[in-house]
């Protein structure tokens, strides 16, 4: 019996991601390593630090710097990104999030957010929905990133559930991945091909449908 969601945040919950393309496409810059939006789609869901050795990668960069500078240029991405984001308010929840939150509060079930984002606990409060998460899982205590299983694993556990009595909500392949590694049913928010792997999609916030979710979930 289905009892709790796990959510992603960036790309689910607020459309945060062009915030993050900005702020890498400034420090790449920098460093002498142009970016677009095509080869941004690759670091939805992936950490601060992943992402920024798939831009070193991709510059064919990644022996140059050492482990603290490269930590220095993932902060100095952050101090941009934070900048970027201090204007977030209710207004930029994705439309149809409010009202699919409040079916799911009203039907007693559970909900944990998984996102990658170290400033996910700040962008919940901006939003104005950190009242209705039961739980957070923290991203600087995973050993491994999406599309490993753990985030969504983690998001059952700190519910109380196991993964199959939740349902986990991503737009990003790796984030897709990780829930179906977890054991989940995954609901995938994007492109049918973007979310091939998705065991419902959608191709945007406003078709998610608390009571066509379930009842797909329950005949898994
Ligand atoms: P931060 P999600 C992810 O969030 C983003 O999709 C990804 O682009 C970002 O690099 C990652 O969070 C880390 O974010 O730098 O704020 O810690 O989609 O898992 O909610
Ligand atoms: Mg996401």
């Known amino acids: 019996m289905i009892k709790g969601f796990v959510f992603d945040l960036d790309g689910v919950l607020t459309d945060t991601a062009e915030y993050h393309y900005l702020a890498w496409q400034e420090l790449g810059e920098k460093i002498g390593i142009s970016i677009d939006r095509v080869f941004n789609e690759q670091l939805k869901g992936i950490s601060r630090m992943d992402s920024l050795d798939r831009i070193l990668a991709y510059g064919n960069k990644s022996m140059i710097y050492s482990k603290e500078e490269k930590i220095r240029l993932a902060d100095e991405k952050n101090e941009e990104y934070k900048k970027l984001i201090t204007k977030i308010s209710s207004r930029d929840l994705l439309p149809g999030i409010k009202e699919f939150m409040a079916d799911l509060k009203q039907a007693d079930m559970k909900i944990a957010l998984a996102s990658a984002s170290k400033n996910g606990p700040d962008i919940l409060n901006q939003l104005g929905i950190a009242g209705l998460f039961d739980t957070i899982v923290d991203p600087a205590a995973l050993t491994h990133g999406k599309p490993d299983p753990e985030i969504f694993i983690k998001g059952a556990k700190q519910l109380g559930l196991s993964p199959k009595e939740c349902i986990g909500v991503e737009d990003a392949e790796a984030g897709i991945q990780s829930i179906n590694a977890a054991g989940m049913f995954s609901v995938g928010v994007g492109t049918q091909e973007s979310m091939k792997l998705a065991d419902v999609f959608v ?18």
């Open 203 to 220: 191709s945007n916030t406003t078709q998610l449908d608390f009571v066509a979710i379930l009842n797909k979930a329950q005949k898994k």
